[in-house]
């Protein structure tokens, strides 16, 4: 068993250095960064009419498809929680930018930047800030 730990590590750095180096292909390269690196799965069917599934929300923003989008969701729908991991895929593979993360309220914006910083827990992703985050600002290398 610890050959096959052994080597499945090998190959998540491995496709971890070719996202770094070429960034993501399609919605499923990115869908599957997230899931396998951020622990996240996001649904890809929709379930009212008329609304876009969480997963084409994601890639859609990621990939630039429009110009504008608003997210609107129930409370607790996990908008703070995406725009967090959208902040973390904008901040890794298309830097070097700067992002402002504004809340409703300064307890929302702490969430956010929490799950920010959550977003590089994987012991992969570590290496990548600049050195410790703090709130007011945080580098990847």
């Known amino acids: 068993m610890a050959a096959v730990a052994l080597n499945r590590d090998k190959y ?3 496709v971890l250095e070719h996202y770094l180096e070429k960034g993501f292909e399609n919605d499923e390269d990115l869908l599957f960064y997230v899931k396998e690196f951020l622990g996240f799965e996001y649904p890809t069917e929709t379930f009212c009419s008329h609304h876009d599934s969480p997963a084409k929300v994601l890639c859609d923003t990621y ?5 504008f989008i608003l997210f609107w969701a129930n409370r607790t729908g996990g908008k703070t929680q995406m725009v967090s991991l959208l902040n973390h895929l904008d901040a890794t593979f298309k830097g070097p930018i700067e992002i ?9 914006a702490d969430k956010g930047y929490k799950y920010f910083i959550d977003s590089f827990k994987d012991p992969l992703l570590k290496p990548l800030l ?3 985050p703090i709130q007011h600002r945080t580098n990847l290398k």
């Open 100 to 108: 402002c993360n504004a809340g409703a309220a300064r307890e929302q």
């Open 130 to 132: 600049a050195k410790d």
């Open 12 to 14: 998540r750095k491995i």
């Open 63 to 67: 990939f630039e498809k429009y110009s």
